[in-house]
């Protein structure tokens, strides 16, 4: 089966059910600051699961981007990859366990779908605990359905709970499907959860219960369902492949770089693993409007790059392997994601200009190894952790890299003192970011949701007075202050931030109504809807507009998943506190309310 025919008979299915199909969200959250990326098919989803309604209804299934940066440490395996697709269907409170678990089977099993040999299936349900009741639930529907008894397992919170991600909000238990990878001559007729060869390929996640601060778990009035089938792993698994590597997404990567996993080392071919998983997902980042940077998401995709330019240097590989493999990456994806040809110019132009910038960094890297050298008596044949160290952190070099060239140049380092130095690096980059990005359900405090309809308000302010040309590339919102990307060339002056803040601050005091309406696409362009430059919107979305009922002037009317104010009056006073280029042609405002 091709990664095409999986994602169309999984989108497929769940349209004969009666789901609405939505297109890929960009992989960085429009609305949502607690998170770096969209990491699972429900983030773009969240106002819905909390109440909102949504254009397509009360059940929705998707094939979504998603970056997990997590687990970077064990990419190379056989499992994890960084940039992968997630299979998601979703109930917003309308059906609940018996629906999602029948149809989790007929997709598995029946000859139409998936066709899986049901002897080949094992299931897992939550054990229960003082704060809710062993799921019986699930298990009696997957006995009724055919599955075997020796096939289920009870597992504890650790493995069958989902969420809060943060402190509080919307959880319970889940259901996860594994395939028996092994030899069918091996497979055993009792389902053990530690046995490799059982590889979980679907979770359905039933969400319940609300955690409150108390630490309670209270019953929600919107059950939910959120379920999540890795389109990469699930390729693997039934093509009978031992990797999710050796799919026909990743073998033509292999052949532009000119390796072949089965004439390599286990340690070449784990570097080869990261080469390609790191630039696949560089190239999908970098589409979605991210360049290289030492802040946030411009990090992790400079760091992605890095990593997979030393892993190229390591390997030897030939004068721009770089270049061919980005090729390669939207030749493979070009069909399904049609934005990867389209902004194939600037694709190139990010990731190639990045290595040669990384390519002074490695010499600047080299000369400081050299200095390091001869500063070392004869007879000392060791290079300190320390000093190995502030080779990564100043210039990029991993382990690998500076333990080649100590060898190289007959030296040891000491590895335990490199370890504890990178450990200590890492509880601070944990700390930090915990506090930047707590992860879980966007914030829809009220402070958030003024600021969402004030940043409706700004860009209208800004295609007034900057002229039609202006466009959204994105927006962050906290509770501090809400962050505006836009097209524009140059920096805008004193006169025009107050003209803008004029104009919003104007249709504040106004306190004009906000109407959300659910409209077909067609309607909502007619209308002039406006949302944000180059993303894809289903056939039916939601529309806000604010409208002057005396006049009847649209002052704004744009595509958005909400929450909003009823009414302008309520913002508070605005304010453009700073105003930044962060790439070429586009600009960065952060403003707030009081």
Known sequence: MTSAELRKKYLDFFKSKGHAIIPSAPLVPANDPTVLFTTAGMHPLVPYLLGEQHPGGKRVTSAQKCIRTGDIEEVGDNVHLTFFEMLGNWSFGDYFKQEAIEWSWEFLTDKKWLGINPDQLAFSVFEGDKDAPRDEESAAIWKSLGAKPERLAYLPKADNWWGPAGETGPCGPDTEMFYWTGSKDAMPEKFDPEDGAWVEIWNDVFMQYNKTAAGKFETLKQRNVDTGMGLDRVLAVLNGHASVYDTELFTPMFEVVGKSQPLTSNDEIKKIRIVLDHVRASVFIVADGVEPSNKDRGYV???????????????????????????????????????????????????????????????????????????????????????????????????????ELAEQSGQKIARKEFEKEFKKHQELSRTASAGRFKGGLADHTEKIVRLHTATHLLNVGLRQVLGGEVWQKGSNITEERTRFDFTHPKKLTDEEKQKVEELVNGWIGADLPVKKEILSLEDARKLGAIGVFGEKYPDTVSVYSIVDPKTGDVISREFCGGPHVERTGVIGRFKIIKEEAISAGVRRIKAVVT
């Open 301 to 403: 995709l400079r760091r992605l790059l890095r990593r997979s330019l030393v892993h190229g240097r390591l390997l030897g590989l030939r004068p721009n392997w770089l270049k061919a493999l980005v090729g390669k990456v939207i030749e493979i994806y070009h069909e399904t994601y049609h934005e990867l040809v389209d902004d194939s110019e600037k694709i190139f132009g990010v990731i190639l200009e990045e290595e040669k910038k990384f390519g002074k960094t490695l010499e600047k890297g080299l000369r400081e190894f050299e200095k390091i050298m001869r500063s070392k008596s004869p007879d000392d044949t060791r290079i300190s952790g320390t000093d190995a160290f502030n080779l990564y952190q100043s210039y990029g070099f991993p382990w690998e890299l500076t333990s």
